[in-house]
T-cell receptor
Framework: GENVEQHPSTLSVQEGDSAVIKCTYS??????FPWYKQELGKRPQLIID?????GEKKDQRIAVTLNKTAKHFSLHITETQPEDSAVYFC?????????????FGSGTRLQVQP | GAGVSQSPSNKVTEKGKDVELRCDPI?????LYWYRQSLGQGLEFLIY????????KSGLPSDRFSAERTGGSVSTLTIQRTQQEDSAVYLC??????????????FGAGTRLSVL
């Protein structure tokens, strides 16, 4: 089955700096990679996703890059703000029969210092 | 419309008791997922329902865990003879379909289960 590893587990940056979170996956058949943001005590919410036929996707201050050959993908947040502080989860989804759920990384706690 | 709704939001139970957790997915969503999130950990897949197909139970940690989905809508996750290690937040998610390469999963707020 799929295995997703995520680094770092915690990340502290100054407001205005960039933050990068990296994930690797094991199943070369995986083709969908979403990122979720979970604020304290709240539900995970999708912030951006990418499919395997695309190398990069941007949405305002957030971007995701995917390297299929190396089987890794990264989340980039530029001009960080205190409200970006949360736990971020990467995930991967393959196409193997019967397995439609996402496999999540262990999460990165991002703290943006004002 | 309304998002994914879960109840109860918090559940405290004694070791050995059975518990039932409920999930009401977004109307029209045919795919429903249960995940477990232990303190400070990622989300662990438990079970997946897609329409009338047989559920994917490959993530259930033991035979004390079971789930059903009635009428293709509401789902109930049942944990029998609860143990302290079952303490976690149980999250439900739904998506429009599970069969396309991309399906956005929308999460409920979760049920925080504490087993004393």
């Amino acid at each position: 089955g799929e295995n997703v590893e995520q680094h770092p587990s915690t990340l502290s940056v100054q407001e205005g700096d960039s933050a990068v979170i990296k994930c690797t996956y094991s199943d070369s058949a995986s083709n969908y990679f979403p990122w979720y943001k979970q604020e304290l005590g709240k539900r995970p919410q999708l912030i951006i996703d990418i499919r395997s036929n695309v190398g990069e996707k941007k949405d305002q201050r957030i971007a995701v890059t995917l390297n299929k050959t190396a089987k890794h993908f990264s989340l980039h947040i530029t001009e960080t703000q205190p409200e970006d502080s949360a736990v971020y989860f990467c995930a991967a989804r393959g196409m193997d029969t019967g397995r439609r759920a996402l496999t999540f990384g262990s999460g990165t706690r991002l703290q943006v210092q004002p | 419309g309304a998002g994914v709704s879960q109840s109860p939001s918090n559940k405290v139970t004694e070791k050995g008791k059975d518990v039932e957790l409920r999930c009401d997915p977004i109307s029209g969503h045919t795919a429903l997922y249960w995940y477990r999130q232990s303190l400070g950990q990622g989300l662990e897949f438990l079970i997946y329902f897609q329409g009338n197909s047989a559920p994917d139970k490959s993530g259930l940690p033991s035979d004390r865990f079971s789930a059903e989905r009635t009428g293709g809508s509401v789902s109930t996750l049942t944990i029998q003879r609860t143990q302290q290690e079952d303490s976690a937040v149980y999250l439900c998610a739904s998506s429009l379909t599970g069969r396309t390469a991309k399906n956005i999963q929308y999460f409920g707020a979760g049920t925080r289960l504490s087993v004393l």
